[in-house]
């Protein structure tokens, strides 16, 4: 089992920074990496970035350039900086185990219960 807990959302106004977090906890092992995803209302959910335990990334081409993904290894926790909001990256986020193969990020079950972000134009 692996427990995820996104905390870090709240009201922003365009143009401002958010940083969200995700806390993992129990059978970390059976993953590599941590992806972060968001479902914007009456839309599917998205996958939006990752990052593995050696720190490799992957991001989606709508934030490259505006998220930043980290990790810190000690304390199980992958941080994701989000600048230059948008009123358009407003969504609850998510973040999910899984593993980063060849370049790719692949999903697992295991998912956080979600972090709203509301961006205000």
């Known amino acids: 089992q692996v427990q995820l807990v996104e905390s870090g959302g709240g009201l922003v106004q365009a143009g401002e920074s958010l940083r969200l977090s995700c806390a993992a906890s129990?059978?970390?092992?059976?993953?590599?990496?941590i992806g972060w995803h968001r479902q914007a209302p009456g839309k599917q959910r998205e996958f939006v970035a990752a990052v593995s335990v050696s720190g490799g990334t992957n991001y989606a081409d709508a934030v490259k350039g505006r998220f930043t993904i980290s990790r810190d290894n000690a304390k199980n926790t992958v941080y994701r900086q989000m600048n230059s909001l948008e009123p358009e990256d407003t969504a609850v986020y998510y973040c999910n185990a899984g593993n980063i193969l060849n370049g790719r990020y692949f999903g697992t079950a295991y998912w956080g219960n979600g972090t709203l972000v509301t961006v205000s134009s």
């Open positions: 129990g059978s970390t092992h059976s993953y590599n990496a």
